[in-house]
């Protein structure tokens, strides 16, 4: 059984074929071992992200551990999955169209014991090494980008930089746009910077009881990380590009997904799968 549902995932790796840069053959007499082909190990990172196992587990005759670690970074270097991200952000604005009008902001911490550079003591696991991650969402939930930082690192300090995510949309964006954001972020620099941006913003009241919003849509996109896929929910790599790699890979699926489902009842293509995803 695929880790991703092959109606999700053909679409993506039609894609990110297209965004591999071609390959030179530098060997002097040409007699190495063949190429493992680039599926092989892209469906590989697809099963490490999803079900959380180490390389060496996932690895088989087909594709050594270390093969795909190197492909891994070559990929990295080039700037595939960050571009995969943004490819699958375009395609769901132009066929859905995202909320911009409404954005979400919300930390996670997952557990980092492997520790490495994006990580830090956590505070809700008794001082185990963590990883925060800083989630910008729009309206529906849609993963906008993404910020990791250790788990002892506030969520204040991190909303700057996380809405400069939102810079990717360069500057055809909405006239008003309105943050939403849970008691974590109720300070004055907050509302500082938010005012500085020109966006309005609502943010819940510290000590005041439970108050409904509109955040619960970034609440679910943290579920969708952490119960969609293990290498998100027990951060096991060290490297920070390495981190966001996999975010955005698993943003892309995410994205794809929730294509899926919204266009079902709008389009019809061919090879529309025939059950609802």
Request: hydrophobic share 40%; with cysteine.
């Amino acid at each position: 059984m695929p880790a991703v549902p092959s109606s999700v995932i053909d679409p993506i790796w039609h894609q990110f074929e297209s965004l591999i840069p071609p390959v030179i053959d530098q060997h002097p007499l040409g007699c190495h071992r063949p190429r493992v082909p680039d599926r092989i190990v892209f469906d590989k990172l697809v099963q490490v992200l999803v079900l959380g196992a180490a390389y060496v587990k996932i690895a088989d005759s087909t594709c050594s551990a270390t093969t795909i670690r190197r492909r891994r970074d070559e990929w990295i270097a080039a700037g595939i999955f960050t571009r995969l991200e943004q490819i699958c952000l375009d395609g769901y604005d132009k066929m859905i169209g995202l909320e911009l009008e409404n954005l979400c902001v919300d930390g996670c911490i997952v557990k980092a014991p492997c520790g490495g550079a994006a990580a830090g003591r956590s505070p809700v696991d008794r001082g185990k090494q963590g990883t925060k991650r800083s989630l910008l969402v729009d309206g529906r939930g849609i993963p906008l980008g993404c910020v990791i930082a250790g788990a002892n690192c506030h969520d204040s300090p991190l909303l700057a930089p996380t809405l400069e995510k939102f810079g990717r949309f360069g500057f055809d964006l909405p006239e008003r746009i309105t943050v939403h954001l849970d008691a974590g972020y109720d300070s004055r620099t907050t509302r500082n910077l938010l005012e500085g941006l020109g966006c309005d913003y609502i943010i819940s009241k510290k000590g005041a009881p439970l108050q409904a919003g509109a955040r619960w849509v970034v609440e679910r996109t943290n579920s969708w990380h952490n119960r969609g896929f293990r290498k998100l929910h027990i951060c096991t790599e060290v490297r920070t590009r390495v981190i966001d790699a996999f975010i955005a890979l698993a943003n892309a699926i995410i994205i794809t997904r929730r294509l899926l489902a919204e266009a079902w009842t709008r389009y019809r293509w061919e090879g529309r799968p025939t059950r609802q995803p």
